[in-house]
């Protein structure tokens, strides 16, 4: 049975820091991505950074260079979410997901097959 369980979310006033985890299980860690993702209240859900967790190659959406950092833990089958200089607009329901390899955009949500029950991260101003 896949699982992916998040932690670490919170509230933090804005420039704070916060690091999210994600630990999977169930199945082939090393021959997914693993994706980070936000949906804020009235928005669609919009990929944030994504890391391949066979090789280490990392992607990051433009808002989010520079800030955000995804790293993994391979041993624990776990990926990180480091974030940075938060800010308002950050707030959002955050989730990890994982999916294969497969063409076109690396932050589709639609090519991502498992996803974790999301955590809610609050940035104030």
């Known amino acids: 049975q896949v699982q992916l369980v998040e932690s670490g979310g919170g509230s933090v006033q804005a420039g704070g820091s916060l690091r999210l985890s994600c630990a999977a299980s169930?199945?082939?860690?090393?021959?997914?991505?693993m994706g980070w993702f936000r949906q804020a209240p009235g928005k669609e859900r919009e990929g944030v950074a994504t890391?391949?967790?066979?090789?280490?190659?990392?992607y990051y959406v433009d808002s989010v260079k520079g800030r955000f950092t995804i790293s993994q833990d391979n041993a624990k089958n776990t990926v990180y979410l480091q974030m940075n200089s938060l800010k308002p607009e950050d707030t959002a329901m955050y989730y990890c997901?994982?999916?294969?390899?497969?063409?076109?955009?690396?932050?589709?949500?639609?090519?991502?097959?498992?996803w974790g029950q999301g955590i809610l991260v609050t940035v104030s101003s």
């Open positions: 169930g199945y082939t860690y090393s021959r997914y991505y």
């Open positions: 997901a994982a999916g294969p390899r497969t063409s076109g955009y690396v932050l589709d949500p639609t090519k991502y097959n498992y």
């Open positions: 890391i391949y967790a066979g090789g280490g190659w990392t």
